[in-house]
Each structure stands twice: as structure tokens, then as C-alpha cells.
């Protein structure tokens, strides 16, 4: 399920529903440099094709010639987030909104803060981009993870419902939901929820994590473990049913 660099998440909200979120974040901008525009167009190619390392060293060439390219400076934080350098990849959202702000640079330093498990520091920058842009979906998803982690599942969730009025067929806040519920003491439900959009979307891996994670809430271990491994070795599936434990319990707690 790790296909960002198996970042070392902190709690099962961020190594699950982050991974739908995340991916759509990943800006693809115009250049209007017609010398820097075929450069850029392969680190986008080494991009796509999951090369993370060769699309940051050929942004960094090319950052070197255009220090003031926001362009870059986005391609920058998206590559080296996804190869987990999470500081790097602030430094550069940070500089990109710097140069220009606005809601491309500000939806990747969300993203930063909710790896870091930073929630309300998401929250912040999820609730400026809202202010600008309401039925931004990002932002919507991204507050909704933010709001889980603080264990606000109800606001969460108004969140999700708002991104699926915005676009019904947005499935990362259909599958967010599911998950919320879940942690907020409804597997059962979140289980029956989850099936059913797993049934339609059975290649898609987030989903099937999803359900396998919510299958052990419910105390279906062997069918969690199975359907993980689908994905994951066994240590990963593991680590992450221990992460959902932990901060179930501790949600447990606070209520």
C-alpha cells in the first residue's frame, strides 16, 4: 500500500487514507519557459513512473537555472514527499508559496503536517484553503483526516459527505467515511460500507487495505491478515493493525 517510499506513518489514518489524498495532490503545472519546458516535462515523466530520486535530481539542475520557478519549486515538495523527505518537502511547498501563494503550495504543506501527524497545523492551512476555495475536494478529504486524527469524527465526516455533494463519485472521501466510522466504534457498519465499495473496486489497493484494517476491528484477524498481504508483507500488515489498535484505544480513552 506504501507506494510513496514507505513513509514511517504514526498512526493508521496517515498510512491509509492519506495515500488517495495525497495522490491527487500531485501538481502537475504549466511552464511558460519554452528552454525549461522539455526538462520539465521528464522529471513529470520520471514522476509518474515512480523514479522520485531522478525526477529531484533533475528538478534540483533545473532549480538551479530558475530559482523563482514556483513550477519547480511544487515538483520539488510533491517528489520528495513522495520519497519521504518530508523536510525537504516542506522546505520547497514553503518556498513555493512564498514566490506565489496560493492553494497548489498550501495543499502540500497540509499534506507535510498530516504525515508529521500534525493535525491541528493541517487543519490551519485545510481551513485557509476552504476560506478561498469551499468545495476544494483536497481540502475537504484532508480536513476530514485531519479532523479523524484529532478524533473529531463527526465534523470528519461532514466534511466527507460535503466532498461527495461536491462529487459524488469522488471515492477517497467514500472510503475516508468508511474509516471514520470505524474508528468511531462502527466497524460493523464501516465493514458492510467498505465491502460494498471494495466489490466495484477490487484492484484498487487503498481500498482493499481499508477493508482489511476495519476487517480486524471487527475481530475477523485471518481475513484482515489475508486480504493485507495482498499488498503488504507480512511486518507492514502487521505494523499497521497495531497502529489502528493504538489509536483506537486511545480514542477509546478520550471519550
Do not use: W
Request: glycine residues 4%.
Amino acid at each position: 500500500m506504501k507506494s510513496f517510499g514507505s513513509p514511517p506513518f504514526s498512526c493508521m489514518i496517515l498510512s491509509v487514507l492519506l495515500e488517495f489524498f495525497v495522490a491527487s495532490c500531485a501538481t502537475k503545472p504549466q511552464v511558460e519557459s519554452l528552454d525549461l519546458s522539455p526538462q520539465f516535462e521528464l522529471s513529470n515523466q520520471y514522476f509518474r513512473a515512480g523514479s522520485y530520486d531522478k525526477a529531484c535530481a533533475l528538478l534540483e539542475q533545473i532549480a538551479a537555472r530558475y530559482p523563482a520557478s514556483i513550477e519547480v519549486a511544487l515538483g520539488l515538495g510533491n517528489a520528495y514527499y513522495r520519497l519521504g523527505d518530508y523536510e525537504k518537502a516542506e522546505i520547497f511547498f514553503r518556498k513555493a508559496n512564498q514566490l506565489t501563494p496560493g492553494i497548489s503550495a498550501k495543499l502540500g504543506q497540509a499534506k507535510v503536517e498530516l504525515v508529521r501527524n500534525n493535525a491541528i497545523n493541517a487543519q490551519i492551512l485545510y481551513d485557509q484553503i476552504l476560506r478561498e476555495d469551499p468545495n476544494n475536494l483536497e481540502a475537504l478529504n484532508g480536513l476530514g483526516v485531519a479532523l479523524d486524527l484529532a478524533g473529531q469524527h463527526d465534523r470528519a465526516r461532514a466534511m466527507y459527505e460535503k466532498a461527495q455533494v461536491v462529487n459524488p463519485l469522488y471515492k477517497n472521501a467514500a472510503n475516508n467515511l468508511a474509516l471514520s466510522l470505524a474508528l468511531d466504534g462502527q466497524a460493523y457498519y464501516a465493514a458492510s460500507r467498505m465491502t460494498e465499495t471494495y466489490r466495484s473496486n477490487t484492484s484498487n489497493k487503498t481500498i482493499r487495505q481499508n477493508l482489511a484494517l476495519i476487517q480486524h476491528l471487527n475481530g475477523k484477524i485471518r481475513d484482515a491478515n489475508t486480504l493485507a498481504t495482498l499488498d503488504l508483507s507480512s511486518n507492514e500488515a502487521k505494523r499497521n493493525f497495531e497502529v489502528l489498535s493504538s489509536i483506537f484505544q486511545r480514542q477509546k480513552v478520550r471519550k
